[in-house]
């Protein structure tokens, strides 16, 4: 058990750019989250999976957001056309039905220029 | 939807003990989690609590009162690396979704 792996740890982009990035959940987790945090601010939700269906994505979220978990292992959020209000800590998470704890990986800092 | 409260920021002094409050508002409470997050980290867990009263875990407790839609986070004999910002989170109403607040930032100074 590795625990949750994010890449890439940064990533900058120009504004307008399509920038993916990916989550490797713990082996076994059928639950995975996406959130986004700002500074001074607490994680916020994203979308979440069940498996490999999509059960959640926030009435926030832009269509410019999109997320797959084609197999049921890792995930992909990709972003497309990036504004400066994406800039952000883009946070993945899993858990499973056993136990409710929720694992973060170490997140993907974007920084849209 | 829910809704989170929690101060934004607390200082204490090494050694000491400090609480640290969260006051929630859901519709079909399942349960409330606090997290720990250092700067550029990732959140880690503290503690879950279900049902009403105090867990104790080392240095760490957490208190729930369901009736009152409130938890407290206490440390105690505080640390300079216990310097971070801790997450109330709640999840209910059939979601499986922890809600998260905007944390307490927690400076710890000698």
């Known amino acids: 058990d590795t625990g949750v792996s994010q890449n890439p740890r940064h990533k900058i982009t120009k504004r307008g750019q399509n920038v993916t990035f990916r989550c490797d959940p713990i082996s076994e987790h059928n639950r995975l989250y996406w959130y986004r945090q700002t500074l001074g601010q607490g994680p916020e939700f994203l979308t979440y999976?069940?498996?490999?269906?999509?059960?959640?994505k926030s009435r926030l979220l832009s269509d410019r957001f999109s997320a797959e978990r084609p197999k049921g292992s890792f995930s992909t959020l990709e972003i497309q056309r990036t504004e400066q209000g994406d800039s952000a800590m883009y946070l993945c998470?899993?858990?499973?039905?056993?136990?409710?704890?929720?694992?973060f990986g170490s997140g993907t800092q974007l920084s849209v220029l | 939807g829910q809704n989170i409260d929690q101060p934004t920021e607390m200082t204490a002094t090494e050694g000491a003990i400090v609480q640290i409050n969260c006051t929630y508002q859901t519709s079909g409470f399942n349960g409330l989690f606090w997290y720990q997050q250092h700067a550029g980290e990732a959140p880690t867990f503290l503690s879950y609590?279900?049902?009403?009263g105090l867990e104790e875990k080392g240095r760490f407790s957490s208190f729930l009162s369901r009736s009152k839609g409130y938890s407290y986070l206490l440390l105690k004999e505080l640390q300079m690396k216990d310097s971070a910002s801790y997450l109330c989170?709640?999840?209910?109403?059939?979601?499986?979704?922890?809600?998260f607040g905007r944390g307490t930032s927690l400076i710890v100074h000698p």
């Open positions: 989170a709640v999840w209910g109403g059939g979601s499986y979704i922890p809600t």
């Open positions: 609590n279900v049902l009403d």
């Open positions: 999976f069940q498996n490999e269906a999509q059960l959640e």
């Open positions: 998470a899993s858990s499973d039905t056993t136990n409710e704890k929720l694992f």
